[in-house]
């Protein structure tokens, strides 16, 4: 399995300076989160999907969301077609609190599998010990999600799809 290190490193870069000091509910630098999904990403690599693409969507997948680039900022460093996965991936403010998670995963549906895989990722690594502060609800309604994930985006790759339905089964018990 092949990846391109040097572009690897200029992406990490570019969402290191966008997301600044910004932290993870847990408290680490966001960064870790971020290179977190994109090993995922890269430990899946099988010669069955463009690992670089996906890569740079994983390192990217929150900076729209969560640092306010632009779409237009991102197409111009890297390309229209990661600035619309990342943007496919970026929850959108103007749906409805409850309806924006079916909305992400509408529109993944619409952007190439590498896309989907990122967010099957990002769940991955998002299933880590719940945030102390969370309580039994919260768990429960993060799982459940993460179980509309799995159904809707498990197609794009079987490893992936099968680490999911293994840290929902273990999440919070
Ligand atoms: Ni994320």
């Known amino acids: 399995m092949s990846w ?11 969402a290191a ?13 966001y960064v870790v989160h971020l290179v977190k999904v994109a090993t995922e990403v890269l430990c ?10 996906a890569m740079q969507c994983a390192l990217l997948h929150d900076c729209m969301e969560d640092a306010g680039v632009s779409h237009q900022a991102l197409a111009q ?10 943007r496919a991936l970026s ?9 924006r998670m079916d909305d992400v995963l509408r529109r993944i549906r ?4 590498e896309v989907w895989l990122v967010k099957l990722a990002d769940r991955i690594t998002n299933l880590e010990p719940p945030p ?18 799995y159904e809707a985006l498990h197609g794009c790759h079987a490893g992936l799809a099968a680490r999911l339905q293994q840290k929902i089964a273990a999440y919070g018990v």
């Open 44 to 53: 899946a690599a099988d010669g069955s999907f463009d690992v670089d693409f």
């Open 132 to 149: 102390p502060q969370w309580d039994d609800a919260k768990v429960a309604e993060y799982r459940e999600e993460a179980g509309r994930i």
């Open 77 to 86: 460093a890297f390309g229209a077609r990661v600035a619309d996965g990342v």
């Open 17 to 29: 300076r966008a997301h600044g000091d910004q932290k993870t509910k847990t408290g680490v630098p």
């Open 91 to 99: 929850k959108d403010d103007a749906v409805g609190r409850g309806n």
């Open 4 to 14: 391109n290190q040097e572009l690897f490193k200029q992406t990490l870069d570019f």
């Open 110 to 113: 619409t952007q190439p599998r």
